[in-house]
């Protein structure tokens, strides 16, 4: 190879590892997976994330950007070796950011890079990422805007202090509220990347009529404790429908001393789970919380197919706000239903997250733009 062609090769690498924070700043997801080979992989070990091909460092990217407040990297050159086709090459980094939930930090980090020529030019085959040094101490700054104070009176410094433990803490959210239809059709997309069967309706009434649709004739079918499903009627039409085997009114009539084991079976393994969740993210995870723990198995992967039924007010941004939804609102609502029925509080005793459906056409998650249930 000349040196000319050397010279380009290295300004064409030196280019792309430029586009790679560009599109990471600019949140230019389609563009950021583009920059890598059809099988290229990006790890971080120390987040922990590994996205292999495209369309995993696709989705991978708009999980991470979803979490962002801000985000701002820069890319220092490094070292570029060329083989032929081939190179290797390491960046330098150093970013600073601050998360939804409020969590915030500085990184210096290295990417050690393998590169390829593409008949579209140079692309990254591997990038591996690496962090030298992590602060995680409350950023103080903010961006530029009515609210930056970072040079104001003593008044507002001290408002501005308030302020920042209080995102430290985690921002206030009304729990209560449905979320806006950005986020439902955010919160949908990322469902989707993450393998679930994910369909936004209009309310209750619409996914009534399409429970129905998705329970196969002849299927075994527990319904879990949900008032989402109560107050849908979505229970009263699955223990009244004879083109299914409803479970929960079967196992209500067995007696617990002799026939624990089949009652455990029943619910732990239908055909069909059908039940609500507390929390669904916008990253793209359902949380669920349980007293006893009964209903997680067969949300957990027990069920040929799981069904969750979830209301638009149990949108957050992020799993730490999902816990929060959990202990500081669904908890005092059941705890209220369970003193009326069982004549006992709630607990939190149990929780599953559950990040990703690794089985295709099991889990289908039925996200409303109305608000229903706890």
């Known amino acids: 190879m000349n040196d000319f062609q050397e010279i380009a090769d290295r300004v064409e690498i030196e280019a792309l590892r430029g586009e790679f924070t560009d599109a990471a700043m600019m949140r230019d997801r389609a563009r ?3 920059l890598f080979t059809p099988d290229g992989a990006l790890r971080m070990p120390d987040i922990p994330v590994e996205l292999i091909g495209r369309e995993e460092i696709l989705s991978g990217a708009e999980r991470l950007q979803s979490q962002w407040d801000f985000f701002v990297q820069n890319s ?12 290797t090459g390491r960046t330098y980094m150093q970013e600073v950011a601050r998360l939804l939930d409020g969590r915030s930090g500085l990184n210096f980090a290295i990417y050690h890079d393998a590169y390829r020529r593409t008949p579209e030019g140079w692309r990254f085959a591997e990038r591996v990422y690496e ?12 961006a530029p ?9 003593g008044e507002a410094r001290a408002q501005a202090s308030a302020e920042e433990e209080a995102a430290v ?16 059709e955010r919160t949908i997309e990322a469902l989707r990347a993450n393998g679930f069967t994910a369909e936004l309706l209009d309310d209750a009434a619409a996914a009534r009529a399409r429970v129905k649709d998705l329970i196969p004739e002849g299927a075994s079918v527990f319904t879990g404790a949900s ?7 979505i229970v009263e039409d699955i223990e009244a429908d004879d083109r299914c085997e409803a479970i929960r009114p079967r196992v209500l009539t067995m007696d617990r001393a002799t026939e624990s084991d089949r009652i455990r079976r029943l619910i732990a393994t239908p055909d069909v789970f ?19 723990g009964s209903q997680l198995p067969a949300s957990a992967g027990g069920a040929a197919k799981a069904i969750w039924v979830v209301g638009a007010q149990k949108v957050v941004p992020d799993l730490s706000t ?11 609502l059941e705890t209220a239903r369970a003193q009326a029925v069982y004549g006992q509080p709630s607990a939190v005793n149990r929780l599953l997250v559950l990040n990703a459906e690794p089985q295709p056409g099991r889990g289908t998650v039925l996200l409303l733009r109305e608000a229903i249930g706890f």
């Open 169 to 184: 803490a985690g921002p206030a959210y009304d729990f209560g509220a449905p979320a806006s239809a950005e986020r439902l």
């Open 227 to 233: 008032e989402t499903l109560r107050l849908s009627r």
């Open 32 to 34: 950021f997976a583009a």
């Open 131 to 142: 962090i030298r040094y992590a602060d995680t101490s409350p950023l103080g700054g903010s």
């Open 145 to 153: 805007g009515p609210d930056a104070r970072a040079h104001g009176s």
């Open 274 to 292: 059908l039940a609500g969740v507390a929390a669904v993210t916008e990253t793209g995870s359902l949380v669920i919380a349980s007293g006893s």
């Open 76 to 87: 220092h050159p490094g070292t570029i070796r060329i083989d032929g086709d081939d190179a």
């Open 322 to 332: 999902a816990l929060r939804r959990v202990e500081e609102h669904a908890l005092a």
